[in-house]
């Protein structure tokens, strides 16, 4: 159902063709919930079909071919709201690096430092992708939510901007867990005299 | 592949039985990587049949009957050497708690509130938990790894149980990093005079 309401919350910012859809999903919900392409064309169609969101053909290009513009309708809007309702369902750890953490000796003391400070780099890069796009946030450099703050009410702006921050500096906060986590496990290879 | 590199790690501390396997996931490697009953036992006879552990029946009860022990064999052991020298691939994140967060809007304070709440008491038990085995590894209450350890050079020792430390660690930092975030998300409703 994450994926519905991803996608529910990306068309609440104003009507999109699927194509549309499948092109902001990347730049704006996507940061927190992933899908690929072809995930996200078969879920619009299936959320037509349970009459969540209204369609109409819209023109497309110059040769006089349509595309399926998708609206969130009263029903979409009241799953959006459900959805907030609901106590969320956590899943059971499956995490590969920290099952890798758990075995290193059965690597060289180079695969275990070699596999904690890639473990810091790609959290490196997730924060600072997570920080540029608070900034963009904040800026007013997400497209997607300039459209969405356009149709929401003056009182209810700084709300909305705020909720968007909240959620990344999640991503942020844990990007930053990672990094401290990685270099606690340097040290402690060169503590065991590893490394 | 991590469910097979999970098995073939708890196998490493000692030969056993499936039924003895799927008991232990839960209290050793379980932690790290969650599987159901149902997933072990079809993996560790696709392991079989690809030559990564040995086979042999035991005895079983008092009415004659056996079971099918797992031994890690040489090919066995060299997958976990390979398994610690391959690079991690990381997924795109798909976080449920964040994709909420983003939009809270669409609940009510109280539900924003309760979502909070609710994220802070989830990590609050999951890192209890982890601090819970981490007291379990340094005072010999974890019988996997008793086990292990009796078949590990005493050189090794420190090392091993240094490194489930470690990874349990992780979960902690994990869980520390996530209830920071919810509390900041409830100063911030607070802030927005939303509570």
Known sequence: MSLRNALL????????T?????????????HVWHAANS????????????????????????KGETKTEYT?????RDALHEW?????????????????????????????????REHISHFENQRRLALDEIHRVESGGNPTLVRRLE???DRDRAKVTAFKRFSYEGRVLHA?????????G??????????
């Open 9 to 16: 919350a990306l068309l609440s910012s104003g009507p999109m």
């Open 18 to 30: 699927g194509y549309d859809a499948a092109k902001k999903f990347a730049s704006s919900v996507g």
């Open 39 to 62: 995930q996200i064309y078969p879920e619009l169609r299936k959320m037509e079909r349970e009459g969540l969101v209204d369609t109409r053909e819209v023109p497309w290009g110059s």
């Open 72 to 76: 969130v309708n009263e029903q979409g």
């Open 84 to 116: 907030q309702q609901e106590p969320m369902s956590y899943v059971a750890d499956r995490d590969p690096a920290r099952l890798k953490a758990a075995y290193l000796e059965w690597g060289t003391p180079q695969s275990a430092a070699s596999f904690l």
């Open 151 to 153: 149709n929401v009410p």
């Open 176 to 184: 930053e867990a990672e990094i401290a986590w990685a270099k606690r």
């Open 186 to 195: 340097l040290e402690l290879l060169a503590e065991l005299g590893e490394i």
